[in-house]
């Protein structure tokens, strides 16, 4: 069973929290690499939302240009 992709803020969070624990060395050494790998399934995630949500904005930014001309 696949996991369902975080949401925007669920990933911020999660890569916060992370990153909070690897600072505070709270990490085993053992669990490192798969938490980076987490991260970076994360940051593609998030970076997949912004750009949909960039190009959903662009879309209806120039619907509201074409009805104004």
């Known amino acids: 069973m696949t996991k369902k992709k975080p949401g925007y803020q669920e990933a ?3 890569i916060e929290e992370i990153l909070l ?4 060395e709270e990490m085993d050494v053992d669990d490192l690499s798969e938490k980076v790998k ?6 593609r995630t ?3 939302k912004l750009l949909q949500t960039e190009a959903e904005v ?3 930014l120039k619907e509201i240009n074409e009805q104004d001309s």
């Open 21 to 24: 624990k690897m600072e505070n």
């Open 12 to 14: 911020i969070s999660e």
């Open 46 to 48: 998030c970076r997949e």
């Open 38 to 43: 987490r991260v970076s399934l994360l940051i």
């Open 58 to 60: 662009e879309k209806v």
